[in-house]
């Protein structure tokens, strides 16, 4: 009698794995996504960058523009052969001249959208594509804003009327001056009077300001995903978790937990709670909330931190969580039915290890609260391993929403792409079969699993003077080709803010930048913090190494010229 031979079973899972690779994953798209979905391209690109969107029943798309111009900052898309694809672009809506890429969604007939300092709606007519009527002003946010870090207004409606938006902390860590190393925290935090938190609002009353809302939860740094879940009827959104650890408090973090650190925080919002910025941060690798260093914190301790909430979840450092969709559709299996997906736009500040996030997470839901590990439902969006820098990245989702039929619609801010997701196998057949090239590339994907601290460090070769100290200090928000990242931290490629005026670079490093500047056309917000700590010599060395660098071409910086500009701001601060 002939033996049998048995395969392993890891063997059997990798060979069903690798002919499923070999099918023809998606349609016209980059897109990994698990055995039996199917991706399609709505439209190609939107020149403005495709940030939000939101789907009407009849299958009209409203997206909500990276940036917006004379014609407005939204755009409506109709499939009109019903081929998949958008035949009819139209944009409209206003500009208000304020940061144009925060919210949108479509409520009891109205499209509501947001910039940074004001939220607006249009009555949708049945049967037309673009509003025709007069936009409503729902709320206006009216704080002196100026160098303001984190004022998205993403949007989201309960099932009683209510509107809630978020008023996102002004700074990094309730610092004065701001992102300043070893400085402390004011305490108590006097951001939290009426920022860093979610107000309630009622959505049909105009002209509200926020004095009209109610405080419905605070203690939370940054908001970009939040979503109302009809299934448990509570609010949950993704935070945007704190930066720069090892380089404020480099004697008390590694790179390598700047880059992991803090948890990019997944809460379940009641009124009354408080998650506990600025003075806590939740530590995913330890599963809980630990002192923050501007507080007396050292990565362990955890203080008056046990009095604050926890997250439901916590997903690592840097992430950057944009969406934030509750699946209540039909279309897809039942594996997905009221969980949740996630898209993490992808890092910027993960220096010295590859960037991370760029991938749409799943979180399955059971009775109100997570019911196992998070997921990877899609990835390849960059299209480049590992992400170097962020400029290397082709595309960085930014959008979900659901279609009227239950397909998942991803837009991306990089080329302004949208992508329809729909299901395609057995939904009866679907489990862990189906699912095993996802867990795979949680577990290999340089932009998602957790990066080994000495191979997976970039920076392993030796550097010296000047490209040491960059690549210490600015290649987390400059990256290492100086390309910056759109829209967040201007480049210092190839440009006059460089290789022009020397006293004025030499005040930039000495004393920081806040407020808006533009750079190769595009207009910055973000605060540049100030190196005075660094010596003379340092910073001359720094300095000539970026202007003769990235395709800058411009004369050295000597120690005697940041000497005598260091003087002169030391008088000047000794007057005021």
């Known amino acids: 009698m002939r033996a049998v031979t048995y395969l392993p079973l890891f063997l059997v899972i990798l060979i069903l794995v690798q002919c499923d690779r070999t099918q023809e994953d998606t349609i016209d798209s980059p897109l990994l996504l698990?055995?039996?979905?199917?991706?399609?391209?709505?439209?190609?690109?939107?020149?403005?960058?495709?940030?939000?969107?939101?789907?009407?029943?009849?299958?009209?798309?409203?997206?909500?523009?990276?940036s917006s111009d004379a014609r407005g900052g939204v755009v409506a898309l109709r499939d009109t052969n019903n081929d998949g694809a958008a035949d009819i672009i139209e944009q409209f809506g206003?500009?208000?001249?304020?940061?144009?890429?925060?919210?949108?969604?479509?409520?009891?007939?109205?499209?509501?959208?947001s910039s940074s300092l004001g939220v607006y709606r249009y009555r949708l007519t049945p049967g037309e594509l673009v509003p025709t009527g007069k936009m409503d002003?729902?709320?206006?946010?009216?704080?002196?804003?100026?160098?303001?870090?984190h004022n998205t207004k993403p949007i989201s409606f309960d099932d009683r009327g209510n509107m809630f938006i978020p008023f996102g902390a002004p700074t990094n860590a309730c610092q004065e001056p701001k992102r300043t190393p070893g400085v402390p925290g004011m305490d108590p935090c006097p951001n939290l009077e009426e920022h860093g938190g979610i107000w309630r609002f009622d959505a049909d009353t105009k002209n509200q300001l926020?004095?009209?809302?109610?405080?419905?939860?605070?203690?939370?740094?940054?908001?970009?995903?939040?979503?109302?879940?009809?299934?448990?009827?509570?609010?949950?959104?993704?935070?945007?978790?704190?930066?720069?650890?090892?380089?404020?408090?480099?004697?008390?973090?590694?790179?390598?937990?700047?880059?992991?650190?803090?948890?990019?925080?997944?809460?379940?919002?009641?009124?009354?709670?408080?998650f506990g910025w600025p003075y806590c941060y939740y530590d995913q690798l330890q599963q809980k909330k630990v002192l923050a260093p501007e507080y007396g914190g050292d990565g362990k301790k955890?203080?008056?931190?046990?009095?604050?909430?926890?997250?439901?979840?916590?997903?690592?450092?840097?992430?950057?969580?944009?969406?934030?969709?509750?699946?209540?559709?039909?279309?897809?299996?039942?594996?997905?039915?009221?969980?949740?997906?996630?898209?993490?736009?992808?890092?910027?500040?993960?220096?010295?290890?590859?960037?991370?996030?760029?991938?749409?997470?799943?979180?399955?839901?059971?009775?109100?609260?997570?019911?196992?590990?998070?997921?990877?439902?899609?990835?390849?969006?960059?299209?480049?391993?590992?992400?170097?820098?962020?400029?290397?990245?082709?595309?960085?989702?930014?959008?979900?929403?659901?279609?009227?039929?239950?397909?998942?619609?991803?837009?991306?801010?990089?080329?302004?792409?949208?992508?329809?997701?729909?299901?395609?196998?057995?939904?009866?057949d679907f489990g862990s079969r189906q699912l095993a090239r996802m867990e795979e590339e949680k577990r290999q994907a340089s932009n998602i699993r957790r990066p080994d601290a000495e191979e997976d460090n970039l920076l392993r070769g030796q550097f010296t003077g000047g490209e040491k100290i960059y690549h210490t200090y600015c290649v987390t928000c400059h990256q290492r080709d100086g390309q910056g990242a759109p829209g967040r931290f201007p480049p210092i490629a190839d440009t006059e803010w460089v290789t022009g005026d020397k006293e004025r670079l030499i005040k930039i490093i000495l004393n920081g930048l806040e407020g808006n500047i533009k750079v190769k056309g595009e207009v910055y917000d973000s605060v540049m913090p100030q190196h005075s700590f660094l010596s003379d010599e340092e910073v001359a060395e720094v300095l000539t190494f970026i202007r003769t660098n990235f395709n800058n071409s411009a004369s050295a910086v000597s120690t005697e010229e940041v000497s005598e500009v260091r003087k002169k701001l030391t008088i000047k601060n000794n007057t005021n």
Not at 97 to 108: F, P, V
Not at 400 to 408: E, I, K, M, T, V
């Open 137 to 149: 002003t729902i709320v206006i946010d009216d704080h002196e804003h100026g160098d303001h870090e």
């Open 302 to 428: 955890v203080g008056r931190c046990s009095e604050f909430d926890d997250p439901i979840m916590g997903f690592p450092g840097h992430f950057a969580p944009n969406a934030l969709l509750f699946y209540n559709g039909n279309q897809f299996p039942s594996h997905y039915q009221n969980g949740a997906f996630i898209a993490f736009h992808g890092s910027t500040i993960r220096n010295p290890y590859p960037q991370a996030g760029y991938f749409i997470a799943f979180v399955p839901f059971k009775d109100g609260e997570p019911s196992g590990e998070w997921e990877v439902f899609a990835n390849g969006f960059a299209a480049v391993d590992p992400i170097v820098n962020v400029s290397d990245a082709k595309y960085r989702p930014s959008g979900l929403a659901l279609g009227p039929n239950g397909s998942l619609y991803i837009a991306e801010d990089r080329e302004g792409k949208i992508w329809r997701i729909t299901y395609k196998g057995n939904k009866d």
């Open 94 to 113: 206003n500009n208000d001249g304020n940061y144009a890429e925060t919210g949108i969604k479509i409520r009891d007939g109205h499209l509501y959208f």
């Open 210 to 274: 926020q004095a009209d809302g109610t405080l419905w939860s605070t203690g939370i740094r940054s908001v970009v995903a939040m979503d109302w879940n009809p299934r448990d009827k509570n609010l949950y959104t993704i935070m945007h978790g704190r930066d720069d650890l090892q380089r404020l408090f480099p004697q008390k973090f590694t790179l390598w937990e700047s880059a992991m650190l803090p948890s990019e925080e997944f809460m379940q919002l009641t009124e009354g709670s408080n």
């Open 34 to 66: 698990p055995v039996g979905f199917e991706a399609t391209v709505v439209v190609d690109s939107l020149p403005a960058g495709a940030r939000h969107l939101a789907v009407n029943q009849n299958g009209d798309i409203y997206v909500k523009l990276k």
